[in-house]
């Protein structure tokens, strides 16, 4: 996985992260006014989820009923 900071057409700092096939799979969810907002944006995502487990495996969408 990868992730990418970058300046939007409006001025504003974004982040998303990529899969290793190129497909968007998180994204900051907001623009920020500065590159730092951005950058700590994520680096607090990051912390967060290094203790996260998998708890329960739902059902894909076409699975449920």
Same mark, same amino acid.
């Given at each position: 996985?990868? &992730?990418?900071? %970058?300046? #939007?057409? *409006?001025?504003? !700092?974004? !982040?998303?992260? /990529?899969? *290793?096939?190129?497909?968007?799979?998180?994204?900051?969810?907001?623009? $920020?006014? +500065? /590159? %730092?907002?951005?950058? @700590?944006? $994520? +680096?607090? &995502?990051?912390?967060?989820?290094? #203790?996260? &487990?998998?708890? /329960?495996?739902?059902?894909? @969408? #076409?699975?449920?009923?």
């Amino acid at each position: 996985m990868k &992730v990418e900071i %970058y300046e #939007d057409a *409006a001025g504003e !700092w974004r !982040w998303r992260m /990529k899969a *290793a096939n190129g497909r968007i799979i998180a994204t900051g969810g907001e623009g $920020f006014s +500065s /590159k %730092y907002a951005c950058t @700590d944006s $994520f +680096s607090k &995502v990051r912390e967060a989820c290094q #203790d996260t &487990v998998l708890i /329960k495996e739902l059902p894909r @969408d #076409d699975e449920a009923a």
